[in-house]
């Protein structure tokens, strides 16, 4: 596994962390048993990802807790999530107790406020914060982070204040190949602020689903967002070829992963065979020049594509 130092954490991670929040939430989403979704986790273990990123909000954390009840705690990097909006300092910290129990552990490595919209993002740093800071005070974290609201916050407002407060220890961001805006607004804040990221949002449907794509990039090419010609039955099809990606799983993987500015880049499945494949995407080669400049050249100015929510849960 390659590995990573996150930002001013120190934490050495490896570069692909797993997500188990998403669509799958390691299977349980789609039906899955947790027998497989600790299956998922170990899977992902012995392949060398060492961060394994949960929340309240998805339901993982007592199957994560399970998977890595006989791994040494200090190699394993621990990251979940709390909401913040619309509740108080008390129901934030009383969260993460409760994740602390379902996790099996005295801390967790990182605790990040979860979906922090922009309206609210002052009354976290303001209010919410400082409880946080006492209980890593106390030793049931170890940093702090926050994450955006990537489908009602495209322009990544919220992290631009976020990130130039500079108290905050991580961000995740959302950066994928038709969402490329991070790369002018948030990398290179986090790069100079020495803050980690952990980005989401790498692989989406749209990806998966060559006629919503093309109908999507159709329709750009008809507001004049894209030039014509972008809008062909396979738009992304140049990226498949011997020399370049296998699958546009992989391409997109590749894409993002070395993206100056990216720590780490989270992926999710509830398939044990995905999560090789994945980690196999995330330790390959840059795609080449030519291709990776294209898809800057047709698709860097884009906001806000592909930025499909989970269904409800």
């Known amino acids: ?11 050495r ?7 188990c929040g998403g669509f799958s939430r390691l299977g349980l989403g789609t039906g899955g048993s947790e027998a497989n979704a600790i299956r998922v986790v170990r899977t992902a273990l012995d392949l060398g990802v060492n961060l394994l990123d949960t929340a309240a909000a998805y339901r993982t954390e007592c199957v994560v807790g399970q998977a890595i009840a006989d791994v040494p705690r200090d190699q394993v990097v621990i990251a979940t999530k709390a909401h913040a909006t619309g509740t108080s300092p008390k129901d934030v910290v ?13 801390y967790v ?12 993002y002052a009354r976290c740093r303001d209010v919410i914060l400082p409880a ?3 209980e890593r005070d106390a030793g049931r974290l170890r940093h702090i982070g926050i994450t ?5 916050d495209p322009e990544h407002s919220m992290l631009r204040q976020a990130l130039d407060d500079g108290v905050w220890d991580t961000v995740m961001v959302a950066f994928h190949m038709l969402h490329q805006n991070a790369r002018g607004t948030v990398f290179p804040r986090s790069m100079d602020k020495r803050i980690g990221t952990l980005l989401m949002f790498a692989v989406r449907r749209i990806f998966a689903r060559p006629a919503m794509l093309a109908a999507t990039l159709a ?9 014509h010609g972008a809008d062909q039955a396979d738009p992304l099809g140049f990226l498949l070829h011997p020399g370049g990606a296998a699958s546009m799983t992989e391409a997109a993987y590749r894409f993002v992963r070395h993206e100056p500015g990216v720590d780490v880049v989270l992926f999710g499945t509830g398939n044990p065979a995905h999560v090789e494949q994945n980690v196999a995407a995330l330790l390959a080669p840059p795609l080449p020049a030519a291709d990776h400049g294209r898809l800057v050249s047709l698709f860097g100015h884009l906001v806000g594509i592909g930025l499909d929510r989970p269904p409800a849960r």
């Open 219 to 227: 329709d750009l090419a008809q507001s004049g967002q894209l030039p």
């Open 1 to 11: 596994m390659d590995t990573v130092t996150l930002g001013r954490t120190g934490l």
């Open 132 to 134: 946080l800071l006492r």
């Open 94 to 106: 009383a969260s993460l107790h409760a994740s602390l129990r379902r996790l099996r552990t005295d």
């Open 148 to 152: 955006e609201t990537a489908p009602r």
């Open 109 to 120: 490595d990182i605790f990040q406020l979860h979906g922090v919209p922009p309206t609210d």
């Open 13 to 19: 991670v490896g570069v692909a962390g797993l997500g």
